[in-house]
């Protein structure tokens, strides 16, 4: 049986809700937090560092110094068979993305993980399209929403750097001589940025070229689909950044063009967002109801909004509650607590081990669109995400606090 004809049975016996295994994901350059219910033993990795990310429905391949073919790739939960959702999607592409979804669209075109980190992460950014045209690369806007969880040591972000430094074009003065000798003290660098509490339940919106150094807190993070960035803090907490990370996705033109690699990455960064004197206001999410689809007392949360790159939804069920749920189209499952079911089939949230899950699922097109009933059957609150990707909410609601 060919792949096609395999998936098409998958979809048809699972009534267009598909179970997904895991995609974990390891990193050699800093330490987990061990916050991602896997059993102690299972985030070593060896030479590859340990399990530090999970990705959901995930199409992209991480980017690792060892490199793993299909790190960070998910596949089908399909008994006897190993099918990526890439492969499902070329073979499949109309029945799980839709006929007119599927004209302008070949993929899912968004990145779900939830990151788990021991220490704060490097200062950094993810370059801009412009910076990655010559390259075949692919830009990445990307969301934050902190989840109710221990917030490890350090629960602040740093972002940007403080107005005055670019208002007075001290950028390069003061980024240079770090670049260049890439050796500093600890955490340094940060003393240029200003730093965010990580809020449960809150988070951020973010563009790309923007600097940034995420905090401890477990977060949920929604991405173009991309795996992109350069780094700008030689060291976080007494672990060394190799520079590799600094030059990776500078383009050799931009070398060429401003000298040296340090120089080409400092105009990398987008200064003027970066130094936004009201970044909070501007870029702050906090959950906003659905009302559209508002059910009695239930409904659901926009926590991803305000981009037509990618959107997504919070779900809480009370013990019994139940809600119908009808989408514009495809999208993603993610059960963070509690047990119900979804369309009949039981959603453990928190439920996972390397091979297999049952918080994770796919939902295609006219499936989404028919509609499908999810309940919550246990004694605790019910809480899943939904995730959408490009162009499919184009009207969400605007990021902001202005009234």
């Given at each position: 049986?060919?792949?096609?004809?395999?998936v098409?049975?998958?979809?048809?016996?699972?009534?267009?809700?598909?179970?997904?295994?895991?995609?974990?994901?390891?990193?050699?350059?800093?330490?987990?937090?061990?916050?991602?219910?896997?059993?102690?033993?299972?985030?070593?990795?060896?030479?590859?560092?340990?399990?530090i990310?999970?990705?959901?429905c995930?199409?992209?391949?991480?980017?690792?110094?060892?490199?793993?073919?299909?790190?960070?790739?998910?596949?089908?939960?399909?008994?006897?068979?190993?099918?990526?959702?890439?492969?499902?999607?070329?073979?499949?592409?109309?029945?799980?993305?839709?006929e007119?979804?599927?004209?302008?669209?070949?993929?899912?075109?968004?990145?779900v993980?939830?990151y788990?980190?021991?220490?704060?992460?490097?200062?950094?950014?993810?370059p801009?399209?412009?910076?990655?045209?010559?390259?075949?690369?692919?830009?990445?806007d990307?969301?934050?929403?902190?989840?109710?969880?221990p917030?490890?040591n350090h629960?602040?972000?740093?972002?940007g750097?403080?107005?005055?430094?670019?208002?007075?074009?001290?950028?390069?003065?003061?980024?240079?001589?770090?670049?260049?000798?890439?050796?500093?003290?600890?955490?340094?660098?940060?003393?240029?940025?200003?730093?965010y509490?990580?809020?449960?339940?809150?988070?951020?919106?973010?563009?790309s070229?923007?600097l940034?150094?995420?905090?401890?807190?477990?977060?949920?993070?929604?991405?173009?689909s991309?795996?992109?960035?350069?780094?700008?803090?030689?060291?976080?907490?007494?672990?060394?950044?190799?520079?590799?990370?600094?030059?990776?996705?500078?383009?050799?033109?931009?070398?060429?063009?401003?000298?040296?690699?340090?120089?080409?990455?400092?105009?990398?960064?987008?200064?003027?967002?970066?130094?936004?004197?009201a970044f909070?206001?501007?870029r702050?999410?906090?959950?906003?109801?659905?009302?559209?689809?508002?059910?009695?007392?239930?409904?659901?949360?926009?926590?991803f909004?305000?981009?037509?790159?990618?959107?997504g939804?919070?779900?809480?069920?009370?013990?019994?509650?139940k809600?119908?749920?009808?989408?514009?189209?495809?999208h993603?499952?993610?059960?963070?607590?509690?047990?119900?079911?979804?369309?009949?089939?039981?959603?453990?949230?928190g439920?996972?081990?390397?091979?297999?899950?049952?918080?994770?699922?796919?939902?295609?097109?006219?499936?989404?669109?028919?509609?499908?009933?999810?309940?919550?059957?246990?004694?605790?609150?019910?809480?899943?995400?939904?995730?959408?990707?490009?162009?499919?909410?184009?009207?969400?609601?605007?990021?902001?606090?202005?009234?």
């Amino acid at each position: 049986m060919d792949t096609k004809a395999i998936v098409e049975k998958f979809i048809k016996e699972n009534d267009g809700v598909l179970r997904l295994r895991p995609a974990w994901v390891s990193h050699d350059f800093l330490a987990g937090g061990h916050r991602l219910n896997l059993k102690e033993e299972d985030y070593d990795c060896g030479e590859r560092g340990e399990i530090i990310e999970r990705w959901f429905c995930s199409e992209t391949h991480v980017v690792n110094t060892i490199d793993v073919p299909d790190e960070g790739i998910s596949y089908l939960d399909i008994p006897g068979e190993n099918i990526t959702i890439p492969e499902a999607l070329k073979a499949c592409k109309v029945e799980i993305l839709g006929e007119e979804y599927s004209k302008d669209h070949d993929c899912l075109g968004r990145l779900v993980k939830i990151y788990d980190y021991k220490t704060r992460l490097f200062l950094h950014i993810h370059p801009r399209q412009e910076d990655l045209n010559t390259q075949g690369k692919r830009s990445k806007d990307e969301a934050y929403h902190f989840l109710d969880a221990p917030l490890g040591n350090h629960p602040e972000t740093f972002f940007g750097v403080h107005r005055y430094i670019v208002e007075q074009g001290l950028q390069y003065d003061i980024f240079m001589p770090i670049l260049k000798e890439w050796n500093c003290k600890d955490e340094d660098v940060l003393k240029y940025s200003f730093a965010y509490q990580n809020v449960p339940g809150e988070g951020f919106f973010l563009d790309s070229g923007i600097l940034h150094a995420p905090g401890t807190a477990l977060t949920m993070e929604l991405q173009e689909s991309s795996d992109v960035g350069t780094m700008f803090q030689p060291k976080v907490e007494g672990y060394d950044v190799p520079k590799h990370m600094l030059e990776k996705d500078v383009a050799p033109e931009a070398i060429e063009k401003y000298g040296s690699v340090e120089l080409a990455a400092l105009h990398q960064i987008d200064w003027e967002a970066s130094s936004d004197p009201a970044f909070f206001e501007h870029r702050h999410l906090f959950p906003k109801p659905v009302e559209e689809t508002r059910q009695g007392d239930v409904f659901e949360e926009w926590i991803f909004y305000g981009s037509t790159k990618f959107s997504g939804k919070r779900l809480i069920l009370h013990p019994g509650q139940k809600f119908f749920s009808k989408e514009i189209g495809v999208h993603n499952i993610f059960v963070w607590k509690g047990t119900g079911t979804v369309n009949g089939n039981k959603v453990i949230g928190g439920r996972c081990d390397l091979n297999s899950c049952d918080d994770e699922l796919l939902v295609v097109c006219d499936k989404a669109r028919e509609g499908y009933w999810i309940e919550n059957t246990g004694d605790i609150d019910l809480e899943l995400y939904k995730y959408f990707g490009k162009d499919m909410y184009l009207n969400t609601p605007a990021i902001g606090h202005s009234k």
